[in-house]
T-cell receptor
Framework: GAGVSQTPSNKVTEKGKYVELRCDPISGHTALYWYRQSLGQGPEFLIYFQGTGAADDSGLPNDRFFAVRPEGSVSTLKIQRTERGDSAVYLC??????????????FGEGSRLTVL | TQLLEQSPQFLSIQEGENLTVYCNSSSVFSSLQWYRQEPGEGPVLLVTVVTGGEVKKLKRLTFQFGDARKDSSLHITAAQPGDTGLYLCAGEDWGIYGGSQGNLIFGKGTKLSVKP
C-alpha cells in the first residue's frame, strides 16, 4: 500500500505475555519512529530509527521494550512481560529523511494493545 | 523537561463559528508542527512552523508561531463539521545537531466538535 501499515490493528493479551507489533513504512523512507498514545493523551516518543540503527531510544520506558529494524525497512516493537499499564495505541511513523528541518511524518493507524 | 500545554482541552461549536486553540510552553522549540487526528487513525500533519513570528495559512486555517518560539496558535474561520477532530501540536528541539532528530514532543491535544 501507499501508506504506513501496522499490524495487528488490535491485540488483546494477558498480563505477563510477550507481544510483537509490526510496522511497514512507506517505501523509500529511511526514518522510522514509534510512539505510544494513551487514552486522552498526545503521542509519546519511544524510539527513532535512521536506517537499521536506533538513532534515539531514549523514550523506551524500560528494558521490557525493544525494537528492531534489521533491513532498514520493516520494524518490530517487542514488549516482554506485558503489564496493564502498557495498554495504549502504538503508533508508527516514517519520513523520507531525517537530520534536517523536520520533514513530514506519515503515521500509520496504530496498533491498539489491551493488556488484561 | 519540555512540555506543551494545549487549550482548551475540549471545544464544541456550531458550524460557521470561528475558533482559536493554543499551544504553550516555557521552553523554546526549533520547530512546531500541528496535526489533526481522527478516531482510529494516526495524526496527519497540517503545517510546520520554524521562524519566530511566522504565520501560515491553509485555506480556513491560520497558524502562528510566537516570536519567542515558545507558543503557537491555530485559528479556524467558519468552522465546518469536517473540521471535527483532535488537534495536536508537537515541538522539536534540534539541539546541538541543528536538525530533526525525530523526538517530537506532543501536547495532549484539543478535541474539537463542530455541529451542523
Amino acid at each position: 500500500g501507499a501508506g504506513v501499515s501496522q499490524t495487528p490493528s488490535n491485540k488483546v493479551t494477558e498480563k505477563g505475555k510477550y507481544v510483537e507489533l509490526r510496522c511497514d513504512p512507506i517505501s523509500g523512507h529511511t526514518a522510522l519512529y514509534w510512539y505510544r498514545q494513551s487514552l486522552g493523551q498526545g503521542p509519546e516518543f519511544l524510539i527513532y530509527f535512521q536506517g537499521t540503527g536506533a538513532a534515539d531510544d531514549s523514550g523506551l520506558p524500560n528494558d521490557r521494550f525493544f525494537a528492531v529494524r534489521p533491513e532498514g525497512s520493516v520494524s518490530t516493537l517487542k514488549i516482554q512481560r506485558t503489564e496493564r499499564g502498557d495498554s495504549a495505541v502504538y503508533l508508527c511513523a516514517s519520513s523520507l529523511i531525517a537530520g534536517g528541518p523536520t520533514g513530514e511524518l506519515f503515521f500509520g493507524e496504530g496498533s491498539r494493545l489491551t493488556v488484561l | 523537561t519540555q512540555l506543551l500545554e494545549q487549550s482548551p482541552q475540549f471545544l464544541s461549536i456550531q458550524e460557521g463559528e470561528n475558533l482559536t486553540v493554543y499551544c504553550n510552553s516555557s521552553s523554546v522549540f526549533s520547530s512546531l508542527q500541528w496535526y489533526r487526528q481522527e478516531p482510529g487513525e494516526g495524526p496527519v500533519l497540517l503545517v510546520t512552523v520554524v521562524t519566530g513570528g511566522e504565520v501560515k495559512k491553509l485555506k480556513r486555517l491560520t497558524f502562528q508561531f510566537g516570536d519567542a518560539r515558545k507558543d503557537s496558535s491555530l485559528h479556524i474561520t467558519a468552522a465546518q463539521p469536517g473540521d471535527t477532530g483532535l488537534y495536536l501540536c508537537a515541538g522539536e528541539d534540534w539541539g546541538i545537531y541543528g536538525g530533526s532528530q525525530g523526538n517530537l514532543i506532543f501536547g495532549k491535544g484539543t478535541k474539537l466538535s463542530v455541529k451542523p
